[in-house]
């Protein structure tokens, strides 16, 4: 089957500073992508939909400055959460959706704990 | 809009137990339904997938028929193992439209 990667696959960082996440295809091209937040025991909330070489989608609720989405590539998007706080802490998961078969694959996920 | 019901959690079998897992849908046209798996401290994987009606989708000895006249994709194993414990989501998505989700299901399957 195809497969995401995700890096890192944990991260701690301070109060205020910026961290970026990446997701791959490994093995197919993904002219769409899209970055989901999961909190504890709960289903994943779709934070955005990353289509290649134009500007992210956010759905309603999410800070569009604060969670920066590039994708550049049709292998590569990336996540930046900016200024993290400690409510920011969450487990975000990306997708890649592989247009032969309309099937969204899924990395492992990233654990950012803001501290 | 479309949406997915699926069966409340948590599920708890006892090991070689037969599995149901229930999912109904509702959505315009005809989408495509997916079982995901996600296993502690991991993210999704595609479990098994149907594109039309009557199809039939398998994995793992995991099971699902697309039912377009009850609309449902209820999952199916006929012998769990502990190794199955996992929550597992029902989702739905019309063709270049974002997946829908279930709330998800967890279960544990004990010796």
């Known amino acids: 089957g195809a497969v995401v990667s995700q890096h890192p696959s944990w991260v701690i960082c301070k109060s205020g500073t910026s961290v970026k996440i990446e997701c791959r295809s490994l093995?197919?091209?993904?002219?769409?992508m899209f970055w989901y937040r999961q909190f504890p025991k709960q289903s994943l909330m779709l934070m955005a939909t990353?289509?290649?070489?134009?500007?992210?989608?956010?759905e309603q609720g999410v800070e569009k400055d604060k969670f920066l989405i590039n994708h550049a590539s049709l292998t590569l998007s990336t996540l930046t959460v900016t200024s993290a706080h400690p409510e920011d802490s969450s487990f975000y998961i990306c997708?890649?959706?592989?247009?032969?078969?309309?099937?969204?694959?899924f990395g492992p996920g990233t654990r950012l704990t803001v501290l | 809009g479309n949406s997915v019901t699926q069966m409340e959690g948590p599920v708890t079998l006892s090991e070689e137990a037969f599995l149901t897992i229930n999912c109904t849908y509702t959505?315009?046209?005809?989408?495509?339904l997916f079982w995901y798996v996600q296993y502690p401290g991991e993210g999704l994987q595609l479990l098994l997938k149907?594109?039309?009606?009557?199809d039939k989708g398998s994995n793992k000895g995991f099971e699902a028929t697309y039912r377009k006249e009850t609309t449902s994709f209820h999952l199916e194993k006929g012998s769990v193992q502990v190794s199955d414990s996992a929550v597992y989501f029902c989702?739905?998505?019309?063709?270049?439209?974002?997946?829908?989700f279930g709330t998800g299901t967890r279960l544990t399957i004990i010796p």
């Open positions: 997708s890649a959706r592989e247009g032969s078969t309309d099937t969204q694959y």
């Open positions: 093995d197919f091209q993904a002219t769409t």
């Open positions: 990353s289509n290649e070489g134009s500007k992210a989608t956010y």
């Open positions: 959505a315009t046209g005809y989408p495509s």
């Open positions: 149907a594109t039309k009606a009557d």
């Open positions: 989702a739905l998505s019309r063709r270049n439209e974002k997946l829908t």
